[in-house]
């Protein structure tokens, strides 16, 4: 099965899309890096994006919550819908889709000067959203058990959030991210900071994840998309070339250059 | 709890937001209010005394006696006086601090830079009083045993201590440009058989040129605006002479001269500090200028 | 000749005495006048009043003085500058407009102190007829040392790394929320640091304090905003202006004071800056 190659006119939505682009495009000063990427992502279920350094992927996420505006000189055109909402229509917020789109980054960055019970909470705080302490605790409770981090970290809150390894502090970001129950999770490359037993806990955790999240994951090891992906997309200098789902994309590859990439053939 | 907001996401950046950013926009529009009140404060005065004194009895009089009965208005005593101790603060922190900048570049382990360029900050962050005092109190009679005819207020003395007040700049600024010369210079030297010596001298401080010429600049400025090292030991005798042995007057310490005195405000004695301190702030103004302008040019993206 | 094997041996020596002259030309300095200030030290000089007997003159005015105008400069001094310097490294575009502000606050950096006093003298004392009051000299002094604070919070900002601005924009929040609650905590060490240093500049400055007319001869304490003050360089420059040889002395023994206090204020910023780092792991 291929991707939609076309442009499916907006009056036939599918029910279960839940992030559909539409010729989104996107540039650093005068270097276009994407160049019209038009695909539909389902809800629910991990849909992992592919491909080699440079083709667009970072910049593909970072469009779908418009974090790729706030670096200087960038810009993108083109239309995100979520449920079925342009998310580039001039009359929108970022600060507002921002809270139904969530993310998390390569380098895991908890905030240092808050503790981890803080740190959960810091989206809301950001917010400006008042709560009472028991509110606050239920929170932090659900969202570190989300981020299968409620065990270890239960008793030792107060402590500052850089206290923990590295595959504690992914895992405190993602249930920061949690904690402002998003729609989509997009994730940039999570666990390539970390080490292998970090990373399988975090894959295992996207296992869990994934049944109740829609969650976009940005990887440049093609095994862990393998390994946690129902769909996935390979993007090559900043164009879509394949989608479908995963299994039928590594094994039975409609392009030439998906399959040279997943065989090897260049990185 | 969790701040979805009712419309969606159609809301602009919330008043605050903007309201916050506009607060913060007018306080960073502060500093231009900052400069332009120097500005009209020191033309203002200088302009209403233009009205009474004809310009060119600023430039033709050797003589400068406002507070007196019989009054010229040559201006000239005092920018001799000023330029006088400049002179001798540069010759005095000219080479000491370019030499100390090449060794603390070229020579010195990175342990002793470590050390010695905090204790050159703290040189910098003595109050210009506490050197006012040793030119006044040690300086100026040390010299006089050496030096006949030296009187109790001079050029000589509160000139070599605003060297040594500017020194920890010069040596400080001229450093940086030295240790921004690229390694890969100072090598290419090395192999062509160039000496150690050889290369310093001919290959990195000339390649460092604009920076250090940067660092006199701010030097000199900082030297002609510098006020309580002469006003407490230069004199208050304006001369239009280039002496050192004898008490001048500096612009700034003719502007302490009249602040301490019981000048009633706007009257021709009180203007005249602020003609005197218009053409101070033209002289500071075209210095740093130039300074910032050449720092700018060896360190890209300093200001 | 530059290749002769004394050569280099020789300029190094050469380098190595420039460098220690005015090292050495500060420890005698410090030392002439730590020698000459000791017969007067004293508690009953320190919290004394002045007298026209330079055996019994005292400082208390003076210390009272310069504390107060430390605090209200910082005070002033802090909220605008920081203000400035949030928006300069945190909103603004870069610009023409923007390069102007930046290159004028480095010029204004580089003004000198008695034109600060000149402007005070006509805006704080005359037009806005503040006479001369504690208000003004700080007034005059906050926008001597705005400059600097303004430089040295841009420093402190920039120094937080860019990912934690992202990670709070990511969560939803709206600019000033992430500078307030994320971006101005890690980099509170530096501002805070930055600030005294501009507090221990301006406790030194003598020139325009002079030049907006703050008297030399203070009896008493200042009790409110508005009134007269003196402070202690004025007070040390009032004494070595007097010929007698005792005020000399005093003079000395006000300097050994404003060394100490000093000392202690930079000893206080390294301190914070080092309490504050421990809060924030990078």
Not at chain 1, 52 to 71: A, D, Q, W, Y
Not at chain 1, 139 to 156: G, N, P, T
Not at chain 3, 8 to 18: G, I, K, S
Not at chain 3, 129 to 145: D, H, I, M, N, Y
Request: with cysteine; net charge neutral; charged share 15%.
């Amino acid at each position: 099965m291929s991707i939609m190659e076309h442009i499916e006119p907006r009056t036939a939505v599918a029910e279960s899309n839940r992030i559909e682009t539409l010729n989104l495009h996107a540039w650093f000063g005068s270097f276009e890096v994407l160049k019209g990427i038009s695909m539909a992502i389902p809800s629910n279920g991990v849909t992992a994006v592919i491909g080699p350094s440079g083709c667009g992927k970072s910049t593909f996420i970072r469009c779908l919550n418009r974090m790729h505006e706030v670096v200087p000189n960038a810009r993108a055109t083109g239309q995100v819908f979520l449920d079925g909402s342009d998310l580039y229509d001039p009359s929108v917020n970022p600060a507002q889709l921002r809270r139904r789109v969530g993310m998390v980054f390569q380098k895991p960055n908890p905030f240092p000067t808050m503790s981890i019970r803080e740190n959960v909470l810091a989206g809301l705080r950001l917010n400006g959203a008042r709560a009472h302490a028991g509110e606050s605790e239920a929170v932090v409770e659900r969202s570190l058990r989300q981020a299968a981090l409620w065990d270890e970290v239960k008793d030792i809150q107060e402590r500052p959030g850089t206290s923990l390894s590295g595959g504690q502090q992914q895992r405190l970001c993602i249930a920061r991210c949690l904690a402002m129950e998003p729609e989509v999770v997009l994730m940039d490359e999570p666990t390539s900071a970390l080490d292998p037993i970090a990373t399988s806990r975090i894959e295992e955790l996207l296992h869990e994840l994934k049944r109740r999240y829609t969650i976009v994951l940005v990887t440049h090891n093609m095994q862990q998309a393998a390994r946690v992906a129902d769909r996935t997309a390979f993007f090559y200098i900043g164009e879509l070339i394949e989608y479908g789902i995963t299994k039928e994309v590594f094994t039975t590859p409609a392009k030439k250059q998906t399959e040279d990439y997943i065989t090897g053939r260049f990185g | 709890m969790i701040p979805h907001s009712p419309e969606g996401l159609r809301t602009k950046p919330t008043f605050l937001e903007r309201f916050m950013k506009g607060m913060l926009a007018s306080c960073a529009g502060l500093s231009i209010l900052t400069t332009a009140g120097i500005v009209v404060v020191l033309v203002y005065e200088s302009v209403a005394l233009l009205q009474e004194v004809p310009f060119w009895r600023f430039l033709a009089d050797t003589q400068w006696t406002p507070l007196f009965a019989e009054k010229h208005f040559g201006i000239w005593p005092l920018v001799c006086g000023t330029f006088l101790t400049t002179a001798i603060a540069l010759f005095v922190a000219v080479p000491l601090g370019l030499l100390a900048a090449t060794f603390l570049s070229e020579f010195a382990a990175e342990r002793s830079r470590r050390i010695v360029k905090p204790v050159m900050e703290l040189l910098a962050g003595i109050p210009t009083i506490v050197y006012g005092y040793f030119a006044l109190t040690f300086v100026t009679p040390v010299l006089q045993n050496v030096i006949p005819g030296l009187a109790s207020f001079n050029a000589l003395s509160p000139g070599i201590v605003m060297g040594i007040m500017i020194f920890p700049i010069i040596a400080s600024l001229s450093e940086d440009s030295l240790y921004a010369v690229p390694a890969s210079l100072r090598e290419a030297a090395l192999a062509l058989g160039a000496s150690r010596l050889a290369t310093v001298l001919r290959v990195v401080i000339p390649t460092a040129f604009s920076g250090v010429t940067a660092a006199v600049v701010l030097g000199f400025s900082r030297a002609i605006g510098e006020t309580m090292i002469v006003a407490i030991a230069a004199g208050q005798q304006p001369r239009f002479t280039l002496d050192p042995r004898v008490p001048i007057e500096t612009m700034t310490a003719y502007i302490v001269q009249v602040s301490l005195g019981d000048t009633p405000t706007g009257t021709l004695e009180y203007r005249t500090i602020f003609a005197v301190g218009l053409l101070l702030f033209l002289f500071t103004l075209a210095m740093n200028l130039v300074g910032i302008r050449l720092r700018r040019q060896i360190v890209p993206g300093t200001l | 000749m530059l290749n002769r094997p004394g050569a280099e041996a020789l300029f190094r020596a050469l380098c190595l005495v420039a460098l220690t002259i005015p090292l050495a030309m500060l420890l005698v300095l410090l030392f002439h006048t730590f020698s000459e200030a000791y017969p007067r030290i004293s508690w009953e000089f320190i919290i004394g009043y002045p007298s026209r007997k330079p055996a019994l003159a005292g400082l208390l005015p003076a210390l009272a003085g310069s504390f107060y105008l430390m605090i209200l400069t910082g005070l002033m001094a802090l909220p605008i500058g920081l203000a400035a310097a949030l928006y300069l490294e945190e909103y603004a575009a870069p610009s023409a407009l923007t390069r102007i502000i930046e290159v004028n606050i480095n010029n204004l950096a580089g003004v000198p102190s008695i034109i600060y006093g000149l402007l005070g003298l006509e805006l704080f004392v005359r037009a806005m007829s503040l006479e001369r009051s504690l208000v003004a000299g700080a007034a005059t002094l906050a926008l001597l040392v705005l400059p600097m604070v303004i430089i040295t919070s841009r420093e402190a900002l920039r120094s937080v790394p860019f990912s934690y601005r992202e990670a709070a924009l990511a969560l939803g929040a709206e600019k000033w929320r992430t500078l307030l609650r994320v971006v101005l905590p890690m980099s509170l060490p530096g501002i805070l640091t930055g600030l005294i240093l501009a507090m221990a500049r301006a406790i030194g400055e003598t020139a325009p304090l002079i030049t907006i007319g703050a008297l030399t001869y203070i009896a008493f304490l200042p009790d409110s905003l508005q009134s007269p003050f003196t402070a202690l360089p004025l007070q040390i420059f009032n004494w070595v202006s007097r010929p007698q040889a005792e005020f000399q002395v005093n003079a000395a023994a006000g300097i050994v004071v404003l060394v100490v206090l000093l000392m202690a204020l930079n000893g206080l910023a390294i301190w914070l800056r080092a309490r504050l780092q421990r809060r924030v792991y990078w």
